[in-house]
């Protein structure tokens, strides 16, 4: 089985670094030892993940390729990551640049999908903290994911941590759509299509992979706008890949709802300290994201960070 790794990366030399390393450490028990390729997409024009990528080939366990997607954005560097891989591998996987892959990682995706015959295979990314997070942060579990039994059906996934079958991928135009490069909400409206046209995905909860959460994560600010971000992204992908009056409004009223329950548990929040205030305006905010995606309105958190 040919397997091509693809890695979006921008201006994390270290954290990539790290990345390439895990990979080379893969272990293979239940799945037969793929041939491998990983490709590395530097969305810098500067490169500045080539010397990075240059030293590691040195003594990659694997053919190790390094390019440049000038265009801003992740969905155009993940783009370009397909393209370099997609006409050679029968799967891709796609992990970020900001995560550490523990040493079954690879080797439980593939198991998964040979046993479920799957299209696509979607793992756990857990929360890495650079520090101890504040209590409240902890009692929130502001940072946990959903997590289901290996072999649960998906509806969507995402791209932190997920295998693609090559032929379903590359069938797609894009696949990654270009008005989500500096959104995010890309892979959610890859996998939204996928799963509109029959694509049987599924999930393997022990392909875990590690997300780093810097310091500057750690705030209310930050995790209120990751909270409009999601209602936004989701509501926009929704819209596009289901077009029509019955899902837009569904949708709004769906934000109408997520508002409403926040602003009433804003009431009761103080007796639970900072911990039910941050739950109760995430509420809002997610609300908010969705009443905005579904007019049209996207927020492109990403914009600023790639100097746009």
């Not at 810097?214 to 209602?231: F, H």
Request: proline content about 6%.
């Amino acid at each position: 089985m040919r397997v091509g790794i693809c890695i979006a990366t921008y201006r994390r030399p270290r954290m990539l670094a790290t990345l390439l390393k895990a990979l080379d450490r893969q272990a293979f028990q239940k799945a037969r030892p793929p041939l491998v390729t990983v490709v590395v997409i530097d969305n810098d024009v500067a490169e500045s993940a080539r010397a990075t990528v240059e030293r590691a080939a040195v003594r990659a366990r694997w053919p190790l390729c390094y390019g440049v997607e000038p265009r801003r954005g992740i969905s155009y560097a993940r783009n370009r990551g397909v393209v370099a891989v997609g006409q050679t591998c029968d799967f891709l996987v796609f992990v970020d640049d900001d995560e550490l892959p523990r040493r079954n990682w690879l080797d439980e995706l593939l198991f998964v999908q040979a046993r479920e015959n799957a299209d696509v295979v979607a793992g756990p990314v857990l929360p890495r903290f650079d520090e101890v997070p504040p209590a409240w942060v902890d009692r929130g579990r502001f940072f946990v994911r959903p997590r289901y039994r290996t072999g649960h059906p998906l509806s969507v996934a995402g791209a932190g941590n997920a295998l693609v079958r090559t032929g379903v991928l590359t069938e797609q135009p894009g696949p990654f759509a270009p008005q989500f490069a500096l959104s995010g909400a890309e892979d959610t409206h890859l996998f939204m299509r996928l799963e509109r046209l029959g694509a049987r995905m599924v999930w393997a909860d022990e392909a875990v992979v590690d997300e780093r959460v810097p310091k500057t994560r750690l705030n209310v600010r930050w995790l209120l706008q990751r909270a409009y971000r999601g209602g936004n992204g989701f509501a926009r992908c929704e819209v596009d890949v289901r077009p029509g009056a019955r899902v837009r409004w569904t949708r709004a009223l769906k934000g109408v709802a997520r508002i409403a329950q926040g602003v009433a548990l804003l009431a009761v929040a103080p007796a639970y300290g900072i911990c039910g205030l941050v739950d109760a305006s995430a509420r809002v905010c997610l609300g908010l994201g969705m009443l905005t995606g579904v007019l049209g309105y996207g927020y492109d958190e990403y914009r600023q960070v790639h100097g746009a």
